[in-house]
């Protein structure tokens, strides 16, 4: 069999690829160029005729499956798999992989790196020195006094892959954490699992990590933002539509907050008024909508991949019900 890759992919993980299928053509588009709309990915599949075709950003649509019928299985290396038209792929018979949890790792370290920068003042403090502000006596000693995490109440919404750990690398510092999330049962792992009103109220420090949903959406209330303590930080990483953002941007801008450490938008990049806001305050650590860029995510796709493909190989069907989106296609 054939395989075409179009997402970046570990050395020894095509290398394996090899050896399961025989032939890999390896055109990642951090090669390319950008992505493939429409036509230039059906105009490619023409070319290459692969069996398996391993993306990320590529559009795969019905167009491109109806005039290319020679995929056997899709590997989307991204969480849910918003390029390719599920739907028309389960008409044609052909899986669709995910690689869910690639990216949980680099998400959960830079959130606590937020978290550190903003309590510790780090990019304005480093901005100072690099503009030659550094006098000499105690004024830098004083001027960026911050916070330690030590001690910090820490409220997590979401006890999923990213918020355990996130709770994790935080109990490393001391952090008394605890969490609230609906579909997990009593405490986990020493953390306390608590309601929604209590986290907001109490916390020093409140990070969401929910999955967009109906019942996420808005999910954090201008009542809710309005309850937080004057000294604490809100961190989303998540999605900015699980958040009254006029509620937020109000108590950010009034400082009934301490701040926020924001990596996502409701438009990216940032488009209208409503976006361009948060970035114009000084008590918002805003981020481009990097939180889940490392290197080492092309290590783990790659390795979740190949998994779900080797289950794919053997017909593995528990292993491919975790893998695989469009679960009616595993029965
Ligand atoms: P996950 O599915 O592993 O965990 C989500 C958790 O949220 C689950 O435990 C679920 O029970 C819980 N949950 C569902 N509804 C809830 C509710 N109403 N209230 C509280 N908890 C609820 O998801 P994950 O992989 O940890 O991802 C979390 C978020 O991170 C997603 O929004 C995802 O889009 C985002 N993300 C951001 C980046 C980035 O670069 N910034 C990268 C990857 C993921």
Redesign the pocket.
Known sequence: MKVYVRAPYKEECLDELRSMFGEVVYEPWTETGERYYEDEMLEHLLKEKPDILITELDRVTEKVLSGYDGLKAIGDCR?TPANIDVEACTKHGIPVLCT??R??Q??AE?VVAGMLAFERKLIPAVEWTKSGQWVKGTTPYYLWMGHELMGKKVGI????????IVAKILAAFDCDVSF?????KGDQDGFHNIS?EQLFKESDIIT??????D??KG?VTRELLKSMKPTALFVN???SV?IDNDALYEVLKNKEIAGAVI??LDNEPPETENDTRFIELDNVLMMP?????SFEVTDHQSEILNSGLRAWLDDDKNMLEKVVFNKELCK
Request: proline fraction near 7%; charged fraction near 10%.
């Open positions: 969480g869910p949890g990216n949980n680099a998400v830079m919404i979401g006890y999923g892959r990213i918020g355990r609230y999330d609906p579909f997990v929604l969401i990590h929910v999955p967009v949903l019942s996420t999910i990483a998540a999605r699980m990596d996502v909508h990097i939180c889940g860029a």
